[in-house]
């Protein structure tokens, strides 16, 4: 009879250590299982926010090669106001992204430009401010375009005592858009069109030639197409003055 009991207990022993592996197991699993859900959904997420991202940066480069280029005199100024709510409105929602600023850089420093006067100084110190975010963000970003942008931003507004415009500085940073991308059309034409201002038509030649021959980008296109055309007639103004500097 002890036997019996003995075997008994001992059967209960084994089913009890069992049923606690069993339970240790599932619970083992399901911890797994949660973590693979989270780590998908997180990942998928993550995707569709980039997806997300690229689609609304993608919007706000086409609007602005509209505004920038197809506009003109109030109906222009009207559509960079609300370019620049947009862009302001992206910079909230991505404040971490540093194309984003970047592309809020180029539509306040484009409206400063084509707005003109004092009144325009504003938008290029906000412009400033959003390049130098963009760099500190990520330097790389849209190819080193932000180093361009500022340079570019440099080299146009008016200097010390009313703004910050500096040729030296604009050089640097004109420059350091060209290591980050040096066979970029943007990133030569601008360079070369502050080699023509310094009336260093030669060097102003070359990249002038670089950018001509860079295809047309396919998520620019409109842009790009400007783009060229201010390309050839700096390029044939370029022409001009080498042309009439050898004749002496």
Known sequence: MSKVFDFNLK??????????SNKRKLFSMNKSFI???SVLSFTFSS?????TLDEDVQQLSDNWAHVNFELNDDIQEEAFVNLIEQANKLTSSYPEKAKVWAWSGIIKSSFAGASGGLGALSFAKDAKKDFEKAIELNPKALAGS???SLGVLYHKVPGWPIAFGDDD?????LKKGLENNPHG?????FYGEFLFDERKYHQAK???????QVPLRVN??????YRQAEIELLLAQVEKKIAKSTKR
Do not use: G, P
């Open 11 to 20: 059967m209960k022993e084994l089913m009890m250590k069992n049923l606690v």
């Open 35 to 37: 973590t693979l859900l």
């Open 47 to 51: 995707q569709i926010i980039a997806a």
């Open 146 to 148: 932000a180093f361009t």
């Open 169 to 173: 500085d604009a050089e640097v940073l």
């Open 185 to 189: 059309k943007i990133s030569n034409f």
């Open 206 to 212: 070359k990249h002038l030639l670089v950018a001509k």
């Open 220 to 225: 620019s296109l409109l842009a790009d197409k």
